[in-house]
């Protein structure tokens, strides 16, 4: 059996309690997992939660709406874990509002988080990925991306752009084998945070953390001959 220092590397951006952490557990079953996000205290307890089960994980800390964090984010990952064989770039800003509501500074911060820190990134591991010959970059998607509704001013363009940017890479990069995929998650998550605004939803009607994170596990060990680019999650009560 490979030891822990031995294990390939995937990088999960945008880690929080709900998502982000069920893609880290999973993906910590076979891969050293370097978790991203802002909040540096959560990001502790979760790789020590890993780490206990008999994973490798290294939490950073790190403003994904900047540049120059981003690119120390993965100087540290590369020194500490080695190269990225898999990105899950899971990190988005969400806020609502209709065009009118919406300051330019959400507007701006919103692409940011949602799409430039996504391509940069990218950015930051396709040359290893292309210098291997191989990885994986998956991207997550919502309806947003696709039908956004009038109140996601901000967040329907960002999703928009992302979606677009995954299939720029996906044919520029996909011959040379790096897999490139969007998920579309149409659904709310089950969390605490919309347990709590929508205390009426059952738990039918949410989408499971760790359901998603295995159909990510699935997406990353797809053979090249049978890649998929683009997928959809929803409840099989929630209407599209």
């Known amino acids: 059996m490979e030891s822990q220092k031995e294990r390939p590397v995937a990088a ?22 370097a978790l991203v996000a802002r909040s540096r205290d959560y990001l502790n307890g979760l790789a020590s939660e890993i780490t206990g089960a008999g994973g490798r994980a290294l939490a950073v800390a790190a403003d994904l709406a900047s540049q120059e964090e ?34 330019p500074n959400t507007f701006e911060n919103t692409w940011r988080v949602s799409v430039f820190g996504a391509f940069l990134c990218a950015q930051a591991v396709v040359p290893g990925m292309l210098e291997r010959g191989h990885g994986t970059i998956l991207f997550t998607g919502a309806t947003a991306g696709i039908k956004p509704f009038p109140t996601s001013a901000a967040f329907g363009p960002a999703k928009f752009a992302l979606r677009g940017l995954a299939q720029v890479m996906a044919r520029d990069l996909g011959p040379r084998r790096i897999h490139v995929a969007y998920i579309n998650i149409d659904g709310a998550i089950d969390t ?13 009607d949410l989408l499971r953390p760790s359901a998603i994170a295995e159909t990510y596990w699935h997406l990353a060990h797809q053979d090249q001959s049978a890649w998929t680019q683009e997928l959809d999650v929803r409840p099989f009560k929630e209407k599209f």
Not at 15 to 30: D, I, K, N, T
């Open 70 to 103: 981003i690119a120390a984010a993965f100087r540290r990952i590369n020194d500490e874990l080695g190269p990225v064989e898999i990105l899950v770039y899971n990190a988005a800003m969400r806020p609502v509002g209709r065009l009118m509501e919406t300051t």
């Open 12 to 33: 999960i951006i945008g880690v929080g309690p709900g998502l982000g952490a069920a893609l880290a557990r999973r993906f910590a079953e076979g891969y050293a997992v």
């Open 192 to 204: 605490p945070f919309i347990r709590q605004r929508f205390p009426s939803l059952q738990d039918e």
